[in-house]
């Protein structure tokens, strides 16, 4: 199977792996917005909501019902994503083995969520929770990926692709480093622990000024800037790229939502940590952790060759020769 660049040409696969990492991607943003508005108590209970089916008319119960009701739909999405996967992708061994992981990936989140509700919400717990969710998104994009290579795609195994490999693999840890620091800097309430940017009137001084807050505020500021580093050194890599317009253009769009990411970071303080820039900071986060898997594993990666209509045609039969299937 091998898809077109243009939605129009997408087959119902290639549909259904794109759409499950998408509102996976959202389902992220939304639980955002669960923390950002002291939501995610507004149901105490799991899985119902006040003891009922529907909630009350309260703001509260309704967005952190609103969340339920599309981790539900996203974990219909991936239960069929695996099963489709796994009924018609017989010899892609990997992406089998990427459907098969996504099932108890999924049941651990549902669990996780339920552990959230329950025990109050406590950081350690919500940071694993966001940790799960992105090795989920990670596992979605794949088989996107995989879902637009073919099952007859290649491994690139050449000393230059393997060296960017392992480069992006470095910068994608540093990165989910990043995303997770940043989800206990809302866990541990220290979101609004610095009030002033790109400095901290707080504490002037990293981990010597101020109290724990601020220290875990400044640890997140700090892995910033590393994780800067970490993207400019792939799109660098990448650059450098022989034949590989693809990956080139992947380390660019890195480059550019990071930058989006930092100036998000800014808006966080300078608009007082609204709930819009808020959500942002975290939907953009989790859109620069699936890019950076995506280049790593695709980095390594060819897709099946297209087969044309001329290609697929019998060839024509020489003078003298019997057409196939005709006597002669």
Excluded at 76 to 98: C, E, N, P, S
Aim: proline letters at 5%.
């Amino acid at each position: 199977m091998n898809g077109s660049l243009s939605p129009s040409g997408w087959s119902r696969y290639q549909w259904l792996t794109v759409v499950t990492a998408a509102l996976t991607l959202a389902l992220i943003a939304v639980g955002a917005i669960v923390r950002t508005t002291d939501s995610g108590l507004g149901c105490p209970d799991w899985p119902l909501c006040h003891g009922r089916l529907i909630p009350p008319a309260d703001q509260t119960a309704i967005i952190e019902y609103s969340h339920r009701t599309l981790a539900a739909v996203v974990g219909l999405l991936v239960v069929t994503t695996a099963l489709v996967t796994l009924r018609i992708r017989k010899i892609d061994t990997t992406a089998r083995a990427l459907a098969a992981a996504s099932l108890p990936l999924l049941g651990l989140q549902a669990w996780l969520g339920k552990v959230t509700v329950e025990r109050e919400l406590p950081a350690e717990v919500i940071t694993f929770h966001l940790g799960t969710a992105l090795v989920l998104l990670a596992v979605l994009a794949l088989l996107a990926l995989f879902a637009f290579l073919g099952e007859g795609r290649t491994t690139l195994d050449d000393p230059e692709r393997r060296t960017f490999a392992r480069i992006a693999m470095v910068s994608a840890a540093v990165t989910a480093g990043v995303l997770l620091i940043g989800a206990y800097v809302v866990g541990s309430g220290s979101t609004s622990a610095c009030t002033t940017w790109p400095s901290c009137v707080e504490a002037p001084i990293p981990f010597v000024d101020g109290g724990r807050e601020t220290s875990i505020h400044w640890l997140h500021r700090i892995t910033v800037v590393l994780g800067l580093g970490a993207v400019a050194f792939v799109a660098l890599a990448a650059s450098q790229l022989s034949n590989a317009p693809g990956v080139r253009f992947g380390g660019w769009v890195l480059v550019g939502l990071y930058v989006l990411q930092i100036a998000i970071g800014g808006l966080n303080v300078l608009t007082d940590f609204s709930e819009a820039a808020l959500v942002a900071h975290l939907a953009v986060a989790a859109a620069i952790w699936a890019t950076m898997v995506l280049l790593v594993v695709g980095s390594r990666m060819q897709a099946e060759p297209t087969r044309t209509v001329e290609a697929s045609r019998p060839a024509p039969a020489r003078p003298g020769e019997a057409r196939a299937g005709t006597s002669g």
